[in-house]
């Protein structure tokens, strides 16, 4: 499931992609949320630096997303660690069904809650809610910093009631192409997301 960096042809490769994203690319956002990360967008890859404890790079061509913890000296191909989920998911479901083979649904449902956490959720043929997020664009035009943006009213899946602030990408100075690569590394991590739940 994770990969240690050991390949000296993967480092290298990997490597390139990370230093020169961040020396070069064609802009660069910063998040001072929760966890402060900088976007680096560039030649079709985004590279997500979170300070010390790592950073995340997506390659639009290959559609593929890298985890690099740099603390652990790894890396991680989120599709691997996907498959492998999904993999043994499946063999605990085998397993599961195997031993509860000729048990009442009443045994079978005490066997679960038994178990609680991770185990129970890998056995649930229910996927767990994403949760709904409520959009009300209100209209109200706002400046942050030096930019731009439309007061965007949010209701969390919690019932959690926000207010961001959206800019149109060009406002940012992200360009359009740069935009569909941000754009296609969120279906990617929707999409790995869906896998493993």
């Not at 890396?75 to 069904?97: P, S, W």
């Not at 649930?124 to 007061?151: I, L």
Request: charged share 20%; with cysteine.
């Amino acid at each position: 499931m994770i990969t240690t960096i050991r390949n000296s042809l993967n480092i290298g490769a990997l490597l390139c992609a990370f230093f020169s994203l961040s020396s070069y690319a064609d802009v660069r956002l910063t998040y001072d949320g929760a966890q402060p990360s900088v976007f680096d967008i560039a030649h079709g890859k985004v590279l997500v630096s979170y300070g010390t404890m790592g950073a995340m790079l997506f390659e639009a061509e290959k559609n593929k997303i890298y985890v690099f913890d740099h603390a652990q000296k790894l890396y991680i191909d989120l599709d691997q660690m996907a498959q492998q989920v999904a993999a043994m998911k499946g063999r605990m479901r085998e397993m599961f069904a195997a031993q509860t083979k000729g048990k009442t649904q009443a045994e079978v449902t005490q066997m679960k809650e038994a178990m609680g956490g991770v185990m129970a959720s890998f056995l649930s043929d229910d996927k767990p809610d994403a949760g709904q997020v409520e959009m009300t664009f209100t209209g109200e035009q706002d400046k942050v910093g030096n930019y731009a943006c439309e007061k965007v009213g949010i209701v969390l899946a919690t019932g959690e009631p926000k207010t961001i602030c959206v800019a149109a990408a060009s406002t940012l100075g992200v360009s359009e192409v740069d935009a569909a690569t941000l754009h296609s590394m969120m279906l990617k991590m929707t999409a790995i997301g869906e896998q493993i739940r």
